[in-house]
């Protein structure tokens, strides 16, 4: 019933620690007018604008959508702002899609963004409110707990994460928009690293970046007007669940499982590693890899490990190459990270993705987190027209 | 495309403050009320969740993470989230259901105005660079703007007092009301003026609650068996954030957005305007060009009570609650979010 739709356009800033050179509204502008030119198209091409971003404490903006109305030539159209926590990257992807997948509108533009360097997201994140439990060490103090347990269940051996950490920053030394740009890194320059909240050490976390990605989804019958070659979107799905309760699995979150079986149902993947040619997930922390893994079912439980350090999910000589270009470690604009992954997948299939390109890829999923990993947000996207 | 519905409609009573109740404490009858007008038990029934608040009126970063422990999110439950009033969480929800994805979805807001000083909080939401450093008050803006009309000899004092009167009348009939009188036109104008030409009653007051409506395909709510009003149109439309670049007596978006959405494809019985200022009540009917057949905020509208980030669909629901009892045939409902009415949503309601 949904109206088949596909990404045209694909634009991204530079990620760095601070843009100092840009405000708000020319950090999105710049994602935006790529996009534009990537698609071919014009600002009167577009029908609506769907933006995402973090929680508005971090820039200290109320509803941005209101101040960057301007600056997305929005005017005298809709606009939508989607706030779903860490995955809003990718759910505001999905709220763009559904705009054209309900027929509604032909063609819309999504952008998401983060400038961090103008706020301190730890500290935004940790203000104490009453009667709740209180979050004083940002995201990192927040998920060690659950990844130490990880590590007891499936006995993955001590360095997993630290080859995660070299594997996405060689990936992301590929691709020039990454912010971290570390084409020397070594397992030991990681395993010496400070720990910041054990096991999780400074060089597998993901780095605080400022920057903003944007797409132009379109409808089937407006595709051929813009000239490179669409990824076709084959399936998006959204599921969340609550922060805590009685028998939570928090290692590996009933939520995602359900989300991954739903877009692949959509997407006809039986077997996501055999059927899919790559993937960009969100991996913040380098532990996660292997977490996701599993919960992605690309992997049996307790086993996802062994895909990482047998090198399965390496651009060089993996057969499932997870985030090429450098993933969440590499770059973290956190309203825009999200975004990225489902853009990066587009750009897989659309066979645009430069240094950092999986050869032959048809088949990708994008993937991003949030919350407490409670809310999730994947589409699967094709070279093919399904 | 596929007809939706409204199938049931909850709000709590606007109330200066709520004191410490949490957001699950204010969402849950509300989501408990609908789902007993809908003959459902929990969300698990619905096929979609969408909500709308603000971090800034709760004070912490992700408050509407706590939303979902209301929900009852135990299997997963495909959800989200827009940071606008939920009359946009309205539309992501149609989106869903005319994309097939789903035929059913739960809608919700929420805000605690009490707990800030919301005409500073919502200050900004300005230009970070330019405007919001000047700590510019939302009730400042509204003002200026009432200034312009009445310089522009558009209104007088007096036809905004008349709004503010037929409002506090309107509310005695409005069991949610926080604002309610029997009050003259003439009492009103001896007032004094709080920041001019607004007096306090020209402006909403401070209220803390929540909302939450159920739509579905109207296949869907016919086999649920219970009454339904349609949503013939939605469609919604900003404009600049460079105040000095728009009419500000005039709203160019709402015009479009009730076009978009069909509002002239028939007779508006009922309409009801989020107008958080009375100027600006003047100025959505003369953009819309409502006439004496149109009934204007019978509840009172959001100067007897205005639950921020629910008060957009407040609109819709008052709208629904009057076609479901007879008193309307077809009528229209609007929000805005932004300063003097930036964005503007307008959906259109008929009984069947």
Same mark, same amino acid.
């Not at chain 1, 985030?323 to 450098?326: A, D, L, T, W």
């Not at chain 2, 912490?60 to 209301?70: H, K, R, T």
């Not at chain 2, 200050?123 to 405007?131: E, M, V």
């Given at each position: 019933m949904a109206i088949l739709a596909a990404v045209v356009g694909i634009g991204q800033t530079k990620y760095q620690t601070k843009r100092g050179d840009v405000s708000i509204a020319g950090l999105v502008r710049e994602a935006a007018v790529n996009a534009l030119n990537d698609s071919g198209l014009v600002w009167d091409d577009i029908d609506a604008v769907i933006i995402g971003k973090a929680p508005d404490m971090f820039e200290g903006v109320i509803m941005p959508e209101a101040y960057l109305t301007d600056a997305l030539g929005c005017n005298g159209k809709p606009m939508i702002r989607v706030h779903t926590a860490g995955s809003v990257g990718g759910s505001t992807a999905l709220v763009a899609a559904s705009h054209v997948q309900s027929g509604s509108y032909k063609r819309v533009l999504t952008v998401t963004f983060e400038k961090q360097s103008e706020s301190n997201a730890m500290w935004a994140l940790s203000s104490k409110r009453p009667f709740s439990v209180n979050l004083n060490a940002g995201a990192g103090g927040y998920f060690a707990p659950i990844i130490r347990e990880y590590i007891r269940r499936s006995g993955a051996p001590y360095d997993t994460g630290i080859i995660v950490a070299v594997k996405d920053r060689l990936q992301g030394a590929l691709n020039p928009l990454a912010h971290l740009q570390l084409p020397n890194i070594t397992k030991k320059e990681v395993e010496e690293s400070m720990m910041l909240w054990d096991p999780i050490r400074f060089l597998e976390s993901c780095p605080s970046s400022d920057g903003a990605c944007a797409m132009v989804i379109a409808a089937e019958d407006m595709v051929a007007e813009s000239p490179k070659p669409p990824a076709w979107i084959r399936g998006v799905a959204m599921r969340s669940e609550p922060t805590m309760y009685a028998g939570r699995e928090e290692v590996s979150p009933q939520a995602g499982r359900d989300c991954a079986a739903d877009v692949y149902k959509q997407a006809g993947i039986s077997n996501p590693r055999k059927d899919l040619d790559c993937a960009e997930v969100y991996v913040p922390f380098s532990w996660y890899e292997p977490m996701w893994l599993e919960n992605l079912g690309f992997a049996e439980e307790g086993e996802g490990w062994k895909l990482t350090t047998e090198g399965a999910t390496a651009l060089d000589g993996g057969d499932i190459p997870w985030?090429?270009?450098?993933g969440v470690l590499s770059s973290n604009p956190i309203g825009a990270s999200g975004m990225i992954r489902f853009a990066e997948a587009a750009r897989q299939v659309r066979g645009d993705a430069g240094n950092h390109q999986v050869e032959g890829a048809r088949l990708a999923l994008g993937h991003a987190y949030g919350g407490g990993a409670q809310f999730f947000s994947m589409w699967v996207v094709g070279a093919d027209k399904p | 495309m596929r007809d939706i519905a409204i199938v049931a409609y909850s709000q709590t009573d606007c109330v200066r403050s709520a004191g410490a109740a949490n957001e699950v404490e204010l969402i849950m009858p509300q989501l408990s009320a609908v789902f007993d007008q809908a003959g459902l038990s929990n969300s698990q029934d619905v096929d979609f969740v969408c909500s709308g608040s603000c971090d800034y009126l709760q004070g %912490? @970063? =992700? @408050? =509407?993470? %706590?939303?979902? *422990? @209301? &929900?009852? @999110?135990v299997p997963p439950i495909k959800e989200s989230h827009v940071e606008m009033d939920a009359a946009w969480a309205l539309c992501e929800s149609i989106l869903k259901i005319r994309m097939g994805h789903a035929d059913s979805a739960l809608v919700y807001g929420f805000g605690l105005s009490s707990p800030g000083e919301l005409p500073i909080v919502l200050? #900004? #939401? &300005? *230009?970070?660079?330019? &405007?919001a450093p000047q700590w510019i008050d939302t009730i400042s803006l509204a003002a200026m703007q009432a200034r312009m009309m009445l310089d522009q000899g558009l209104i007088t004092e007096r036809d905004m007092a008349e709004v503010v009167a037929r409002s506090r009348a309107n509310a005695l009939n409005n069991p949610h009301a926080q604002l309610a009188a029997d009050v003259s036109v003439d009492n009103l104008l001896e007032q004094e003026l709080f920041v001019s030409p607004l007096r306090k009653h020209d402006c909403s007051p401070i209220s803390d609650g929540a909302g939450a409506m159920v739509i579905a395909t109207v296949d869907q709510a016919k086999e649920w068996g219970k009454p339904y009003v349609l949503i013939s149109g939605i469609d919604h439309c900003i404009e600049t954030h460079n105040l000095g670049m728009r009419d500000l007596t005039d709203s160019v978006s709402t015009r479009k957005a009730a076009k978009m959405a069909g509002m002239a494809n028939g007779k508006v019985d009922v309409a009801e305007l989020y107008a958080p200022f009375s100027h600006q009540e003047i100025i959505l009917t003369r953009a819309l060009g409502l006439g004496d057949e149109t009934s204007i905020n019978p509840s009172g509208g959001v100067l007897a009570g205005n639950l921020m980030m629910t008060s957009g669909l407040s609109r819709i629901g008052e709208v629904f609650n009057r076609i479901i009892s007879g008193e309307a045939q077809r009528g229209i409902a609007h929000a805005t979010s932004g300063p003097c009415l930036q964005h503007n949503l307008v959906t259109v309601l008929e009984g069947v």
């Open positions: 985030n090429c270009s450098g | %912490a @970063a =992700f @408050a =509407f993470v %706590a939303g979902v *422990d @209301a &929900l009852g @999110a200050s #900004q #939401q &300005l *230009d970070p660079y330019y &405007l």
